[in-house]
């Protein structure tokens, strides 16, 4: 039964809660493409968000078909999987239907329902009449910097401006006099408006999300910037209300100037209501044969992880390590460690969200804005500034203004512009790095200073303290150092590795660098926890609280580029003599490491040959990462799968395909959960949201996915577009989901199962995550290796079964052979 009655604050905060959450392209971070629906499960949400707007939130039952005969999914755990949910007596009956039936598919969704009666009664297709106006319109007001001049009237709020403009020009944006007189005399109110257009209040809700939802792209952009307006370096000022009532006026001004009086609102020729927007959605059999199939596919993948986690034997902790290095828990670092310890099997290594506990807001020397270091839900109180830097910024004059100019811009364009056209030409077969690529190394200068310590807390900027006292330096190297189960047995060299990533012409680039780091590189928390750790005064704290760390351990900061492989250290002249002699040969051995991984990461990459030798492999990936025709600079997190929580003898000698975020943690220091609930807290929506964005971009790259990212046009320096009046692309674009498997995350902790449960219940929106089904959660005992399985509440033991990983005894050679997504291996 539809509401008779409209509340406007209501209903448009329900609007604000379904469209797309994404920032602006500056703070691309992921998240849940479905948060709207993470409240109820999520074999539940994906039913709904199917019926009622449309999207594709699993592969086809063709496409899982096809999983099954290749092998991808497994015929006994499918089998599994039924009993579980329909009993064994029905197994049979199941399988016949899944493999060989065909499903009634599902009906036209809901959102636009209303909104479709312009053109079936009207013949009239009122977005194509309506959003070339308001895109541009919109693009032009929240511009950063594309466009030549600046919005005319742009600080007193969208609608403000708009009405300013209309009051003072000679032109308007409408058609009709009377529309431009409603704006004028401010009779604009939506209901007022809705009244024209719709005419019944229980459509009001319905066609205005249908009205939205038409360009979701750019109304979530407007909502989150509404949100957080803090996004855009150049303050706009818009509200979702602004947007809605300037679109009711351009609606009812293209209907007025083309039917003129002769048309009814939309209520009063509805002859067939539409189903309310929000009523129940019945489960249907292809609703239930998606999820069989979908955890069967999910789960023959998990059993081949978990068996080969319990095949680990027991590593016997080494004393005497050469180095230790702590990594992000980042997917890409995978790898790089597996390698580095393959090479030198004395080292250890460590995971942990690459902020390494540290927050911050972070000011370059000679920057205008404040950049957030730090997970994009936290709120830093310390600003921590550049000073002292080396480097200067490099400048192209290709990029320059002055071709707006008249007599400037037709000389510049005679002789700069016939340079470029030679210099685009050999960029096609010489790559390199330009003014123009954003790169990682250029976030901070190696040589510059930073304000890390505060010797006067009353010293603020920007109501933000200047650095961190002794004791506050204390509690973040004892929380990381902690939290990782790195309290004793230290090398004499600690290294501390960021990350980030280098491009060009890539308006994702953000999404490349550190989430944790709210998608900017990693090096200045990386310098500063080195700082910290380094302090006499800070381990003289830590002493006291049973954290001894040698006089002889030096902890230094590092930069890992994952699209070219290379690493750069900080602050290495603080070595004492003898580090810096160990530091030598680690340089050479991290330079191995890093040839092999690029090795490794090339078998994706069409164009390398990737049986060639880690060096000449290493060489064109480098190239690779700043070409301007290259779309696919690195994969990032695609293949995502799986998160493990625990030590790192759980997966040192498994191949798990660059799959898995790593974090090191020892439940032996923490028998109650204490970092165990810190870990979980941010691993569950950050991993949990980088691999949902990933999944619904991968089954649905038109809706949840930004499409291919060849004809995206950028907007303003916050979003992208195909062509010049499209809609926003949310979500991600092919060129970075196409390898990626839709499985939902795995998350592995190695504890006690009691205190697991205890400990994921402590926070509400934590649990919402693992009660919902929006990542499954093991726990594997870490004295028997017997593992449960968190389900409805509970944690059920697990019967594992018999497929065990096979051993791989050359590693190179399957890099070489293999392109698409490897199973788990034992390594020999």
């Known amino acids: 039964m539809q509401s008779t009655t409209f509340h406007e604050h209501e209903v448009l905060h329900r609007?604000?809660?379904?469209?797309?959450?994404?920032?602006?392209?500056?703070?691309?971070?992921?998240?849940?493409?479905?948060?709207?629906?993470?409240?109820?499960?999520?074999?539940?949400?994906?039913?709904?968000?199917?019926?009622?707007?449309?999207?594709?939130?699993?592969?086809?039952?063709?496409?899982?078909?096809?999983?099954?005969a290749s092998g991808k999914i497994k015929d006994e755990v499918l089998r599994e999987i039924i009993i579980r949910r329909k009993g064994s007596k029905d197994v049979n009956f199941w399988m016949k239907k899944l493999l060989h039936e065909a499903f009634i598919k599902t009906k036209i969704p809901r959102v636009g329902m209303v909104r479709a009666y312009w053109k079936n009664t009207y013949r009239l297709d009122l977005d194509a009449m309506v959003h070339p106006t308001l895109f541009r319109i919109l693009c032009s007001y929240l511009d950063q910097g594309i466009a030549m001049w600046n919005f005319p009237v742009w600080h007193k709020g969208f609608l403000s401006s708009i009405r300013e403009m209309e009051r003072s020009s000679f032109t308007s944006f409408f058609k009709t006099k009377y529309v431009k007189q409603l704006l004028l005399d401010g009779k604009c109110g939506i209901e007022f408006l809705l009244d024209k257009l719709v005419g019944d209040p229980a459509l009001y809700e319905h066609y205005l999300f249908d009205q939205q939802f038409a360009h979701q792209g750019w109304s979530g952009m407007v909502s989150a910037i509404e949100d957080n307006p803090d996004t855009l370096l150049d303050h706009r000022k818009i509200s979702i209300h602004d947007l809605i009532t300037f679109e009711l006026l351009l609606e009812l001004d293209a209907l007025t100037h083309q039917l003129g009086?002769?048309?009814?609102?939309?209520?009063?020729?509805?002859?067939?209501?539409?189903?309310?927007?929000?009523?129940?959605?019945?489960?249907?059999?292809?609703?239930?044969?998606?999820?069989?199939?979908?955890?069967?596919y999910e789960w023959t993948y998990y059993n081949a992880v978990l068996g080969g986690l319990q095949r680990q034997e027991q590593v016997t902790e080494k004393t005497g390590r050469s180095f230790q290095a702590m990594f992000c828990i980042d997917d890409r670092e995978c790898s790089i460690r597996r390698y580095l310890e393959k090479f030198d099997p004395t080292c250890q290594t460590f995971g942990t969200p690459g902020f390494f506990g540290v927050e911050f807001f972070?000011?370059?020397?000679?920057?205008?804005?404040?950049?957030?270091?730090?997970?994009?839900?936290?709120?830093?109180k310390y600003l921590i500034k550049e000073i002292e830097g080396r480097s200067k910024q490099q400048k192209d004059l290709h990029f320059t203004k002055q071709t707006h100019s008249l007599f400037r811009g037709w000389l510049i364009t005679q002789t700069l512009g016939f340079w470029s056209a030679i210099k685009l030409f050999i960029n096609i077969f010489r790559p390199s790095v330009s003014p123009a690529t954003a790169t990682s190394f250029r976030h901070m200068d190696k040589f510059s200073k930073l304000t890390i310590e505060n010797h006067n807390p009353n010293h603020r900027e920007n109501d933000l303290q200047v650095g961190f006292t002794i004791e506050e330096m204390a509690n973040r190297v004892e929380g990381l150092l902690a939290s990782i189960g790195l309290v004793k047995d230290f090398a004499s060299i600690i290294y501390v590795v960021g990350h980030g990533s280098s491009s060009v012409n890539n308006p994702h680039f953000a999404a490349y660098d550190c989430g944790a780091c709210s998608g900017r590189p990693g090096s200045v928390n990386a310098r500063v926890i080195c700082h910290m750790a380094n302090h006499k005064q800070v381990r003289n704290i830590l002493a006291l609280r049973g954290i001894e760390i040698p006089d002889i351990t030096q902890f230094v900061g590092a930069l890992h580029d994952t699209t070219r492989d290379e690493v750069v250290f900080f602050d290495e002249g603080s070595l004492s003599d003898e580090n810096k002699l160990q530091h030598t040969r680690h340089e050479q051995l991290f330079s191995i490491a890093l040839d092999h991984n690029a090795k490794e990461?090339?078998?994706?990459?069409?164009?390398?040959?990737?049986a060639l030798s880690p060096e000449a492999v290493h060489d064109k990936v480098r190239l690779r990462s700043v070409s301007l025709f290259e779309p696919r600079p690195e994969l990032n997190h695609a293949t995502n799968a799986l998160c493990i929580v625990g030590d790192r003898s759980l997966t040192r000698g498994l191949f798990l395909d660059r799959r898995a975020f790593l974090n090191s943690y020892d439940y032996r220091i923490d028998p109650q959960g204490k970092y165990l609930f810190s870990i979980l807290k941010a691993a569950a929506p950050v991993c949990g949201g980088i691999n949902l964005e990933y999944y619904f971009s991968r089954v649905d790259n038109q809706k949840l996915g930004a499409g291919t990212k060849l004809p995206h046009n950028v907007m303003g320096l916050f979003?992208?577009?195909?062509?010049?009046?499209?809609?926003?692309r949310p979500g991600l674009p092919n060129q970075m989901i196409e390898v990626?498997?839709?499985v939902r995350l795995l998350i592995v902790v190695q504890h006690y199962p009691e205190v697991v449960l205890e400990t994921i219940q402590r926070n509400v929106e934590t649990y919402e995550w693992f009660i919902n089904n929006w990542v499954n959660l093991v726990v594997m005992h870490p004295e028997t290796k017997e593992i449960f399985v968190f389900r409805e509440g509970e944690l059920h033991p697990h019967e594992q079964f018999s497929n065990s990983p096979d051993i791989v005894t050359d590693l190179e050679l399957l890099v070489e052979t293999h392109q698409e997504n490897l199973p788990v291996y034992l390594i020999a």
């Open 740 to 742: 990626h498997d839709p």
């Open 261 to 296: 009086k002769s048309w009814k609102p939309l209520g009063k020729i509805i002859a067939d209501r539409p189903v309310n927007l929000f009523a129940e959605v019945p489960t249907s059999e292809l609703s239930e044969a998606i999820m069989m199939f979908q955890e069967a």
């Open 719 to 728: 979003g992208v577009a195909n062509g010049i009046d499209g809609d926003l």
């Open 601 to 610: 990461r090339s078998r994706r990459f069409e164009i390398i040959n990737s």
């Open 362 to 380: 972070y000011k370059p020397e000679h920057g205008k804005f404040l950049t957030k270091l730090c997970p994009a839900p936290v709120t830093p």
């Open 15 to 68: 609007l604000k809660h379904f469209l797309p959450a994404q920032a602006p392209l500056k703070d691309f971070i992921h998240h849940n493409t479905l948060h709207a629906f993470q409240n109820i499960s999520f074999q539940e949400a994906i039913k709904q968000a199917t019926e009622i707007f449309g999207y594709k939130t699993s592969l086809t039952i063709d496409e899982y078909r096809v999983l099954l």
